[in-house]
């Protein structure tokens, strides 16, 4: 099932939309597009890879509608400062990543992307903050896979990201199985011992009114 993304809650910057680029990064401890590549890297192109897939084109319709530079809201900012330039890297590099991903609406999601890395590099270029850390900390996270858009890297090819037969959503007991195999290696690791001392380290008035009891 996918997400809703009708929410009004995703435009507002300080609030959710403010982490909205980095909630669409990050699943699981890893970074989406950096899944999806390495999935490719991997040929395997399964019904997960398409799921992803889905998932980041459909944020990226949203985002083709509805996303601009933060600043363009600065009414709306606490603080309006050049961080926020440099935090729509995020959107540059997931719409050039839909452009790659996408087997149609590729020119739109390209130009925009361009239009934001353009607005990046020109903006920046002539900031006196460039070289504040949170700035570059920021520049520097938005590599590898997600860099593509500073080296303008191409679509992929249809044969390269699509498999005959396979569906583009993985089916309810792709997701349950893959659900059970994640809370069986989770409780696998559980230490029943090993929780009640951090419990005890954590809360010693706790855990002596325990003991007494």
């Known amino acids: ?40 890297e991997m040929h395997e192109l399964d019904a997960d890879f398409h799921y992803a897939r889905s998932s980041l084109l459909r ?34 590099a997931l719409l050039h990543a839909a452009y790659r991903y996408s087997l149609d609406n590729r020119e739109a999601f390209l130009a925009k992307a361009i239009y934001f890395r353009n607005y990046i590099v020109d903006t920046l270029e002539t900031s006196d903050t460039l070289h504040y850390t949170c700035i570059q900390a920021i520049l520097l996270q938005n590599h590898g896979p997600l860099g593509s858009v500073w080296t303008e890297q191409p679509a992929y090819t249809y044969d390269s990201i699509s498999v005959p037969g396979i569906q583009e959503t993985s089916t309810a007991w792709s997701h349950t199985r893959g659900c059970a195999v994640a809370w069986w290696r989770c409780l696998c690791m559980l230490s029943v011992t090993r929780e009640a001392a951090s419990l005890r380290h954590r809360f010693p008035q706790a855990a002596r009114e325990v003991h007494n009891w």
């Open 1 to 40: 099932m996918m997400d809703s993304v009708t929410f009004q809650t995703m435009l507002r910057p300080q609030g959710f939309w403010q982490h909205f680029p980095n909630a669409l990064r990050v699943c699981g401890g890893e970074v989406r597009v950096a899944f999806l590549y390495t999935k490719r």
């Open 59 to 92: 944020y990226a319709n949203w985002m083709l509608i509805h996303v601009a530079p933060y600043l363009e809201s600065y009414d709306k900012l606490e603080y309006p400062n050049d961080t926020w330039v440099a935090q729509d890297t995020r959107k540059a």
